[in-house]
């Protein structure tokens, strides 16, 4: 009896420990921080750096229209033609984007395609000139 005793709780003991592992797990996982975009998601932050025409200071601007047809106003910043804008519609086989920017009287034009991001929820363009 004494070994029949020793090896129930022994068998106890383990399944405590494994059950107190899967739930510690389970909990991490639905506790931890949702990664920032998935695939499936549509929206996509774009970023790059333009220097045709590039604009000094605030002085230029940017347009875009999508092969979806979404188009707006984007953001050229610092002095230097970084520039960003979202698309909110970007299909799992990506996007023609049309990308238009000057400063006065030049004016610059570049085609581009934008995918969903594996992971994150930003897209560089890089440099388009």
């Known amino acids: 009896m004494q070994t029949s005793n020793t090896f129930s709780r022994r068998a106890r003991l383990r399944a405590s ?8 797990t389970l909990g991490a996982l639905l506790t931890a921080a949702p990664a920032q975009a998935w695939p499936w998601s549509s929206t996509v932050k774009v970023w790059g750096t333009v220097s045709q ?19 707006g106003w984007g953001n050229i910043y610092n002095g230097a033609g970084s520039f960003t804008f979202q698309l909110n519609r970007v299909p799992s086989s990506g996007s023609v984007v049309t990308l238009k920017w000057g400063v006065g009287n030049c004016q610059a034009v570049r085609y581009f395609v934008v ?4 992971y994150g929820d930003s897209a560089a363009v890089g440099w388009l000139g």
């Open 17 to 24: 420990l494994i059950i107190a592992f899967a739930l510690a």
């Open 53 to 71: 025409c590039g604009p000094t200071a605030g002085n230029g601007w940017m347009w875009y229209r999508t092969s979806e047809g979404e188009s």
């Open 115 to 118: 995918s969903r991001p594996t």
